[in-house]
């Protein structure tokens, strides 16, 4: 399973940006989609997720700002971050809960490559 993510980059206190993650492989489902974040000297941390049926969870430092949405047709997950602030700075990693063609019965985890956001005037 291979994970692309984009749309990492520069914004301004206050601004937006969308991050999107697609998934590719010999992939039979996707339970759960998210995204995490590491900022330089913390833990790796939720960021968002949602479940093949639209359940989302937020971490408590985005609710309200950030909004997590997929497409299971393509497999694809994004995460939209509204007023954005300094300390959204980090780089953003995206993750999956899949079930392979020839092991549906098995989870696996697997974690993109990482995008960097950085949120500064």
């Known amino acids: 399973v291979q994970l692309q993510a984009s749309g990492g980059g520069l914004v301004q206190p206050g601004g937006s940006l969308t991050l999107s993650c697609a998934a590719s492989?010999?992939?039979?489902?996707?339970?759960?989609m998210g995204w995490y974040r590491q900022a330089s000297g913390n833990q790796r941390e939720l960021v968002a997720g949602?479940?093949?049926?639209?359940?989302?969870t937020y971490g408590d430092s985005v609710k309200d700002r950030f909004t997590i949405s997929r497409d299971n047709a393509k497999n694809t997950v994004d995460l939209k971050m509204n007023i954005l602030k300094t300390e959204d700075t980090a780089v953003y990693y995206c993750?999956?809960?899949?079930?392979?063609?020839?092991?549906?019965?098995?989870?696996?985890?697997?974690w993109g490559q990482g995008t960097l956001v950085t949120v500064s005037s």
């Open positions: 492989g010999s992939i039979f489902s996707i339970d759960v």
């Open positions: 949602i479940t093949t049926g639209g359940s989302t």
């Open positions: 993750n999956v809960l899949v079930r392979l063609r020839d092991s549906r019965a098995r989870l696996n985890g697997y």
